[in-house]
Each structure stands twice: as structure tokens, then as C-alpha cells.
């Protein structure tokens, strides 16, 4: 009878179903409107808060913006100076100078200190110099206000340039100029811009190795003594505190910083002189073109910039522009394109079409932007092109003032660059006003093709086309990066005598020369964690070395066990693939470990061929005949090592700034060894490694090192 129950009621269900009326189908809904149909209020004029403004003393200009919304303070110092004031065979001196302004520390503390320091109070302190500005920022919780404005304030006013620190932010812009020419769009966006504004101006100057190699640490001081000084400088400082006590804080804070320089003056004027070409730079490793198509720009300040923006918007600026519906849509040549007419605060900009496109179109591509160029500067525009780019660059200022930091860090921009205090209202009225008629006028006036400079990054076998079919005959561009000369610290009588007394010291510091002498062979077993910026990952590693130049890893990964073996002069490599020689790459990170060994290292005042030269109180340069290089830093009251800075060839071929920071000394067989040690590559936390246990003279035999898995 159960069974039978669910039967019945769905008869019975049926039957209802059939004496009920049948439902009337439902009303037809209403159309959505279309986003076409939607109306939004016209933009309000930006509103600018009132912004505190004050000249101390000693000359130092003041703008305080209250701000207590959160419990947050955060401020930012402007120098007047930048790369432009570089002498131009010390290209690179004002980058390194703000590098180092904060990692090189204060007269107080180093900058490892200072990071300590910040992070346990999650606040920050960061300074640098680019083109045309140099700065020193803050951020901090309110409650941690006067700390953090101690550090800034010691950063700005008494940077102490430390040389491990200098030389670590070389090996930097070294290794970035190994590396300049891996990407296609970064050449062509440089060698445009150095061709544009000339390669002997300040605006064209390229970094080089020997550049670099030139700095020093006097350079710097005298850099930082020329232009940071009160009168030059601007202090803007928003966040929750009450004007009026802010003022005094900063008054008395920098009151002792009266240093006076004569005023600094105006950077290089940009040259005028049209660099119109066709360039090409050969890359043969590449399958498409990177292109940058244009010539000189304006100024933010010229009356006909809010129409040139609009223009270039309409040109190049989005799916919607003309570029893009050509040469990516239409015809399906570029991967990318757009445009972009640059305008600078106190200089000329760059206007540049730039982009990607399949090899073998690359000059049919360049062919279409150039027409697209003469058709805007034939005819009006349309109504619709017109509006959807005045609405693009109107809205887009609404996100360039829409927080309080951001207004003020715009105002004092404008302040800086000598700008009137109410130019955004003026420039969002102009921008407002633009018409079709005014397009069509700069397009004729500022747009000039035959000025043009092309520039093209790319495979030349491989395009359809050669470039000479644009009508113009094609440079070559040379992109070979000058050997880097050897730079070593001056080994001098007095250098090395200093060198070998400040080694010895170390040596006694971690249990005698005689001791490190006795060390015939080493066994660490490591515990290897990867910082999670570089993956996170865990490593069990083990390594050993025999005299003289025995070496072998065996690392445990968590996709299987990894084994190494080197004799210095070759060897070989084991994965779960399979067993290979070593690389070329891979022999050289040998033999450079082989060359900064600890217990070798510290006995290379009694090894052959190699020199040990003091930089300074507390810095070794030890270099050997094979070209090896590596600084040791010397904890001045302990005499143990502190850190080693070096480079180290990376897998690619190209150089690494490397620092590897020794902490935890425990005693084995009567030395002092590190048992933590902090790896950073290019100036970033690399590794964290832990040593779990240390072997000395076991009594290893070649053989042992050698047997493959």
C-alpha cells in the first residue's frame, strides 16, 4: 500500500491539473534601457583643499594638508635636482647617489639598522633621484610620528654613504645594463628617445659600465652637499594632525639643518633639431617588431596641450581610435599600438606611436601609422571622436585628485615646476572647450611627418617588406653594450698593508689563521628557504668541499633530488632527467663559490695570486688573477665577518648583485662559523639559509665527491 501511495497522488495531481484554468502567459517585460540612453551630470570643477603653506627659518618651504580620516601620516621631501646635473663621464651619479642616501644609512645608524627598525613599526622611509626631481618620503602610523620623522629627517639632512652600500648599488646599475637589451619594446622605447633628443645632451646620455666604474664614494658626498640644502628643498606632509603643532614639530626637528648653497640652476635646455630617420636594430632572437614612430613634444604648460592630448587620444588612444581600428582591426597587423603626445613640466615631451607587430608586416604597419597621421591633419574629426576622448581625458583627472595624498602630491608638482596655483582649473576649462576645429589646427601645426624618427626592433630577414620602402635610407643602429673595464680598489703600499692587518684581524676574531689552515675539508648541511617573493620554496642542501678545489651538492627539491660536482675546471650536473656536463654559467657560480669559501676566504692574504686590498676602516676588496671579486665587510666591534658583496653570473650569462649577511656564530673544531646567512640578488631578499651541521676533516677523499647518483 505504500508502494501505491506516490502512484495516487500523482494522479491526483494530474486530475487538479486538468480542472484548473490554464495560467495566462505573462506580460511582455518592459525593454531594458540602453547604456547609450544613460545621462551623467556634467564633471564639477576639482575641488582643491586648503593646504597650509609655510617658509621656515632656514628656508625650508612647508605644506601641511590635515587629513583624519585614518590615524596615518605620511610626507615627502622634493630636491631640486636630478640626473640632468650628472657630469658626463659620471653618468649614473645622481641614480647612485639617491640609492644609497637610504640603503648607505645615517651618521647613527647603518641601513640594515634602519630597516630593522621601520619594519617593526610598519613604517617607511624611502629616498631617490630621477630625471629632474630627487625626494625623501615617509609613511608611518600617527602614534609613531616622531620616531619616523627622526629617521626621515636623519636621511635627508646627514646621510652617512657607506661604501658596501655604494659599491652594492653599482653592481646594480651594472647588472641592469647587462640586461638593456633582452626586451625589444625597452630598446626601441630608449633608442627613440636617445636619437630624439640627441645622444651628447643630458636627456640622451646612456649608463654605462665605465660610467658607473668612475663613481665614487666623494662624488656622491659632493653631489648630495650641492643640492640638498634647505632652500632647496620643498616638505609636504599630509595626515591626521593638527597644523599648528605640525608646523613647530618640523621647525624645531630641522632647525639645526642650515646649510646654504648658491641656487641651483635651470636644467639643459632640450635641442630643437629634427633627428628624422629610419632606424633599425637587428635582434634575431625575436618573432615580431617592437616600433616607436614619432618626434619631439611640448610642455604641460603650452596652450595647445589640452587639444593635443585629445588628438593623440582620438589618434592612438584606446580600442576605440583610429590606430586601432586600422592597423589592429582592419588590416591585423600589430599585436599593440597606441599614442601618446608626452608633454613634460619643464621640457619638451616625446610624441611616439609605438607598439608590436608580426615580423613580416612591420613595414606595412609603420606605412599605416604614417597614414593615419596624415589623415588626421587633412580633416575635422568626428562629433563622437571628439567627445569620447574629452571624455576620457576629463574623467581620467577625476582619479588624479580623487584622494587627498593625490592632490597634494599634484600641487606640489605644480609648485615645483613653477606652475600658477590654480593651472588644473585652467587646464580642465581648455580641455573642456577643446573643438574639432582645434584638433584639426595642432594636428597641422605640431604634427610634422617629415620630422618623423622611426625606430624598429626586430628580425630584418624576416620582414615582408624592407624598410627601405618607407622612403628613407636605414641606419643601423649599434647595440652593443662596451665590456665592462675591471674596477678594482686602488692596491697601493698603504691599501694592502691596511688590507692584510684588517684580515688578520678577522682571522684571529674567528679562531686563528692557524686553525683555517688546518681545514682540509668541510660537510654543511643546509636548510635552504627560498623568500616568497622568490617562489617560497624549501630546499634540504648539502654541501662539501676537499681541498684544493673538490666541490659537490646534493639538494633534495620537492620535485626530486638534484646532485652537482665540480673539480673547479669541470664537471657535471644530475636531475631526475638525467646527468650533463656543467654549463658554462654553471661552472662559473663554481668556481666564484669555490673563490669566497669561508674558510679560504678568510686565508687570502696566504694564497697565491690573490690581493687584498682595505677600501676602508671596515671594508677588504680580495680579488684573485682569474678575475674574481668580492668585498668583505668587518664587523668593527667584533672583527668578525659581517657580509660579502659580489657579483655572480646568473644563468642567462648576465651579472647579479649578490650580498651574503653572516649571523649566529657558533663554534666548530675551535672556529667561529656562521650558522644563518641572508642572501639578497639585485638589491632584493633572495634566501634564508640555516646551517644545520658542520663537519671539518672527516677525511673525504676525492672519490667520495666524485661517484654520480
Not at 594638508?65 to 605620511?74: G, I, R
Not at 630597516?115 to 613604517?123: F, K, M, Q, T
Not at 691599501?495 to 686563528?512: N, T, Y
Request: with cysteine; net charge neutral; proline share 6%.
Amino acid at each position: 500500500m505504500r508502494a501505491a501511495l506516490p502512484v495516487l497522488c500523482l494522479l491526483a495531481a494530474a486530475v487538479l491539473a486538468a480542472q484548473t484554468p490554464a495560467a495566462k502567459p505573462p506580460a511582455a517585460r518592459p525593454a531594458a534601457p540602453s547604456y547609450k540612453d544613460l545621462k551623467y551630470p556634467t564633471l564639477r570643477p576639482i575641488q582643491i583643499p586648503p593646504v597650509a603653506t609655510f617658509t621656515l627659518p632656514n628656508g625650508l618651504r612647508l605644506y601641511l594638508l590635515e587629513d583624519h580620516e585614518l590615524p596615518l601620516v605620511s610626507g615627502t621631501a622634493l630636491v631640486r635636482t636630478g640626473n640632468l646635473f650628472d657630469p658626463a663621464d659620471k653618468v649614473g651619479l645622481a641614480t647612485v647617489t639617491g640609492m644609497v642616501m637610504r640603503t648607505g644609512g645615517t651618521r647613527t645608524k647603518t641601513g640594515d639598522q634602519l630597516d630593522v627598525e621601520l619594519e617593526n613599526i610598519a613604517a617607511s622611509v624611502e629616498a631617490g633621484i630621477g630625471e629632474s626631481t630627487g625626494s625623501v618620503s615617509f609613511s608611518t602610523l600617527k602614534e609613531n610620528t616622531d620616531e619616523v620623522l627622526g629617521v626621515f629627517h636623519d636621511v635627508l639632512t646627514a646621510p652617512e654613504f657607506r661604501q658596501d652600500k655604494i659599491d652594492l648599488a653599482k653592481t646594480q646599475l651594472r647588472s641592469s645594463i647587462a640586461r638593456r637589451n633582452d626586451d625589444e619594446h625597452g630598446i626601441a622605447q630608449r633608442e627613440f628617445a636617445n636619437i630624439v633628443y640627441g645622444r651628447s645632451t643630458p636627456y640622451g646620455w646612456q649608463i654605462e659600465y665605465a660610467t658607473v666604474n668612475r663613481i665614487q664614494r666623494e662624488d656622491l658626498l659632493g653631489f648630495y652637499r650641492r643640492y640638498f640644502f634647505p632652500a632647496n628643498t620643498m616638505l609636504a606632509i599630509r595626515g591626521d594632525f593638527s597644523t599648528a603643532q605640525m608646523k613647530a614639530r618640523i621647525e624645531k626637528l630641522f632647525a639645526d639643518w642650515t646649510v646654504e648653497q648658491p641656487k641651483v640652476p635651470a636644467f639643459p635646455a632640450v635641442q630643437r633639431e629634427s633627428a628624422a630617420g629610419v632606424y633599425l636594430a637587428s635582434k634575431n632572437d625575436v618573432t615580431q617588431t617592437a616600433f616607436v614612430v614619432g618626434h619631439l613634444g611640448g610642455m604641460v604648460s603650452d596652450r595647445d596641450f589640452p587639444a593635443l592630448e585629445v588628438m593623440a587620444d582620438i589618434l592612438g588612444g584606446g580600442f576605440s581610435s583610429r590606430l586601432f581600428r586600422k592597423v589592429r582591426t582592419q588590416l591585423g597587423y600589430a599585436y599593440s599600438i597606441s599614442a601618446d603626445w608626452g608633454a613634460d613640466f619643464d621640457h619638451p615631451g616625446l610624441f611616439r606611436i609605438s607598439g608590436s607587430t608580426k615580423s613580416a608586416s612591420t613595414t606595412d604597419t609603420i606605412q599605416a601609422v604614417q597614414q593615419e597621421i596624415e589623415r588626421i591633419r587633412s580633416g575635422e574629426v568626428s562629433e563622437s571622436e571628439l567627445q569620447i576622448a574629452k571624455d576620457t581625458a576629463l574623467n581620467s583627472m577625476v582619479f588624479e585628485f580623487d584622494t587627498k595624498a593625490k592632490t597634494l602630491g599634484r600641487l606640489l608638482t605644480y609648485e615645483y615646476f613653477g606652475y600658477p596655483k590654480d593651472f588644473i582649473q585652467r587646464y580642465q576649462k581648455a580641455l573642456a572647450a577643446v573643438s574639432r576645429a582645434d584638433v584639426l589646427r595642432v594636428a597641422r601645426e605640431h604634427l610634422s611627418p617629415k620630422d618623423l624618427t622611426i625606430v624598429a626592433v626586430g628580425k630584418p630577414e624576416d620582414f615582408g617588406k624592407p624598410l627601405s620602402a618607407l622612403g628613407a635610407p636605414v641606419k643601423t643602429l649599434d647595440l652593443t653594450i662596451p665590456e665592462p673595464p675591471s674596477e678594482k680598489a686602488a692596491a697601493d703600499p698603504g691599501s694592502l698593508a691596511k688590507g692584510k692587518q684588517l684580515l688578520q684581524r678577522v682571522q684571529e676574531a674567528v679562531g686563528g689563521a692557524a686553525k683555517l689552515a688546518a681545514v682540509r675539508d668541510v660537510v654543511e648541511v643546509i636548510d635552504f628557504r627560498l623568500d616568497q617573493s622568490a617562489g617560497g620554496m624549501k630546499v634540504k642542501q648539502t654541501d662539501v668541499w676537499l681541498e684544493p678545489n673538490h666541490f659537490r651538492q646534493d639538494s633534495e627539491m620537492p620535485f626530486g633530488k638534484i646532485s652537482a660536482y665540480s673539480d673547479g675546471q669541470s664537471g657535471w650536473v644530475h636531475t631526475p632527467q638525467g646527468t650533463g656536463p656543467l654549463g658554462a654559467a654553471q661552472l662559473k657560480q663554481v668556481q666564484g663559490d669555490l673563490f669566497r669559501l669561508y674558510f679560504r676566504f678568510l686565508l687570502s692574504d696566504q694564497i697565491p695570486g690573490r690581493t687584498v686590498t682595505a677600501v676602508s676602516d671596515d671594508t677588504l676588496e680580495i680579488s684573485d688573477r682569474e678575475g674574481h671579486s668580492a668585498r668583505l665587510v668587518v664587523n668593527s666591534q667584533t672583527g668578525l665577518p659581517e657580509k660579502v658583496t659580489y657579483e655572480s653570473v646568473q644563468m642567462a650569462g648576465t651579472p647579479m648583485a649578490v650580498e651574503d649577511r653572516y649571523a649566529d656564530f657558533q663554534e666548530v673544531n675551535g672556529l667561529k662559523v656562521p650558522h644563518k646567512i641572508t642572501i639578497e640578488r639585485g638589491g632584493r631578499k633572495f634566501a634564508d639559509l640555516t646551517v644545520m651541521e658542520y663537519k671539518l676533516n672527516t677525511g673525504l677523499k676525492p672519490e667520495d665527491l666524485k661517484k654520480q647518483p
